[in-house]
């Protein structure tokens, strides 16, 4: 059982992840062959609400799927990894979706159909402060800007894909949390208030105000597919911090997590991976 009793809400995206696993990466206008199909749930939200879940937070989603079937084996898919969808709404647009390719070495391109995601919306839903809510930007930035006024407990927003925030965004988030390349071309963040940036194979680290405050190595695997490795990390990250682990351990936490997505190709991050950080683990 999980050390911690944490509340947390994951407004955004919902996809379906149609992936070919080829050799190599095609380019552009080329045709690579002999791809092996599959087929998972995705979507930044919905990969970070499922991580969430089975790390052992209390996670409910607020998100929007179409009236298609797809979008109904997605929010199925949400729920069995014990994510509470009952603020999943059906909406008349496709469910979102993501055609991705992974090579061999784990590198990948994906393209993101919206869809159903361009709809989501919090009105109607309350934020309690005793609840974390976590947020990425494959949803209108119009909501995340909502949000952000909305939210009465923790805030963290995953900024990516990288898109330039509000500054009531920045000043409201409690964390933010991108990957190197998303830093890079988001300057506005360099003085944010807290911002966890990803660095793939060399780990993470935490800055306050452009100070690094923590640092820490990622684990040593052998990738087969990098897709949802930042997702677990976000989730893992937060709650590591809610459930009080320092900055430091937190984010050694979230890389285990992290770690342990890329090494699995559907990008679902194992417990057992976190819950070797908690305090009553040992
Ligand atoms: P994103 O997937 O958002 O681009 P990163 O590639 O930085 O983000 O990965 C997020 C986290 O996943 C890293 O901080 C690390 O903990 C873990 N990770 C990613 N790639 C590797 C790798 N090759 N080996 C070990 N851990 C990894």
Do not use: W
Request: charge should be negative; hydrophobic fraction near 50%.
């Amino acid at each position: 059982m999980p050390g911690f009793d944490i509340a947390l809400t994951v407004v955004g995206s919902i996809n379906a992840d149609i992936t070919a696993v080829t050799d190599r990466l095609p380019a552009p206008g080329e045709t690579v062959g002999g791809g092996r199909l599959l087929r998972s749930p995705g979507g930044k939200g919905a990969n970070q609400a499922a991580a969430a879940a089975r790390l052992g937070a209390r996670t409910r989603m607020i998100g929007a799927v179409g009236t298609d079937p797809t979008g109904r084996e997605m929010t199925e898919a949400l729920r069995q990894a014990g994510v509470d969808v009952d603020q999943v709404a059906e909406v008349d647009a496709e469910t979102g979706t993501a055609l991705i390719t992974v090579d061999a070495r784990g590198e990948n391109t994906i393209a993101v159909c919206e869809g159903a995601n361009a709809q989501v919306s919090i009105a109607d839903h309350e934020f309690p402060a005793t609840e974390t809510v976590l947020t990425q930007l494959e949803i209108p930035l119009a909501t995340v800007t909502a949000l952000a006024a909305a939210v009465r407990g923790f805030f963290v927003v995953n900024a990516a894909p990288a898109r330039r925030l509000p500054a009531e965004v920045v000043d409201r988030a409690d964390l933010i949390i991108v990957n190197e390349s998303e830093f890079a071309a988001l300057p506005q963040l360099r003085e944010a208030r807290s911002v966890a940036v990803t660095y793939g194979a060399q780990g993470a680290a935490l800055y306050e105000r452009g100070k690094q405050i923590a640092v820490a190595p990622a684990q040593t695997v052998t990738p087969v597919s990098t897709v949802g490795a930042g997702d677990a990390f976000c989730a893992a990250l937060t709650i590591g911090l809610r459930a009080g682990l320092s900055a430091e351990t937190a984010l050694r936490a979230a890389n285990a997590v992290g770690a342990a997505a890329v090494t699995d190709p559907s990008a679902r991050p194992a417990f057992r991976a976190f819950a070797h950080f908690l305090p009553d683990a040992d």
